[in-house]
């Protein structure tokens, strides 16, 4: 099962900031955020991720909130092109050295003209 | 681009009949995770290749298996088609198997069984 809830769509103006929330309360310390996109069913696409401290790259901010039990991906300047399924992950150690992303539903963002 | 690659990127099979799906990672990367995704639904983990072994698999069933090669490209077996494995497989590759390295998404094949 999932371990992140995420609102099921949003909308966004183009050229606003869009901020996607994610809830995590069952994280583990040593366990990781990542954020991915996907884009009318082609291959997920790595966004950014993060364990405890905010991270930038050059797509997104993210935000962990100190807690660890939610955080907050940013995308600075929205464009048409960001609309897309944003699945926040937690990454988990699953049988010894394996790890696996378990993807939830996912927020569909809708950036509007 | 990933520079993960998928082969081939569409396919309709059979009921019952056997399919290969092939993953060329990326460059450098050792380890292979591949997923299953419905329509509508985020991908499923199916299982993970480090270096050649299986190390680790999620609710599949045994007619779900695969391969890891030397130079770290892997495939996905399905044996005995089902409808219901009808599906975009996803394969992402990482440099390892730990937690905190990005992993890569090629652009899938898209499964069709009838």
């Known amino acids: 099962d999932a371990k992140t809830t995420q609102p099921p769509s949003m909308d966004c103006a183009e050229g606003r900031a869009a901020n996607l929330p994610c809830n995590h309360s069952?994280?583990?310390?040593?366990?990781?955020v990542y954020w991915y996109r996907q884009i009318h069913s082609q291959g997920p696409q790595y966004i950014i991720h993060g364990l405890k401290n905010n991270e930038t790259n050059e797509m997104a901010s993210l935000i962990i909130t100190e807690d660890r039990k939610s955080s907050t991906l940013i995308l600075p300047h929205a464009t048409l092109r960001d609309t897309a399924v944003y699945y926040c992950?937690?990454?988990?150690?699953?049988?010894?050295?394996?790890?696996?992303?378990?993807f939830g539903t996912g927020t569909l963002l809708a950036v509007q003209p | 681009e990933t520079g993960v690659t998928q082969s081939p990127t569409h396919l309709i099979k059979t009921r019952g009949q056997q399919v290969t799906l092939r993953c060329s990672s990326q460059?450098?990367?050792?380890?292979v995770s591949w997923y299953q995704q419905a329509l509508g639904q985020g991908p499923q983990f199916i299982f993970q290749y480090y270096r050649e072994e299986e190390n680790g698999r999620g609710n599949f069933p045994p007619r779900f298996s695969g391969l890891q090669f030397p130079n770290y490209s892997s495939e996905l077996n399905v044996n005995a088609l089902e409808l219901d494995d009808s599906a975009l497989y996803l394969c992402?590759?990482?440099?390892?198997?730990?937690?905190?390295?990005?992993?890569?998404f090629g652009q899938g094949t898209r499964l069709t069984v009838v």
């Open positions: 460059s450098g990367h050792n380890t």
């Open positions: 992402a590759s990482s440099l390892a198997a730990g937690l905190n390295t990005e992993a890569f």
């Open positions: 992950i937690v990454r988990v150690l699953y049988g010894g050295a394996t790890n696996k992303l378990i």
């Open positions: 069952t994280i583990s310390g040593n366990e990781y």
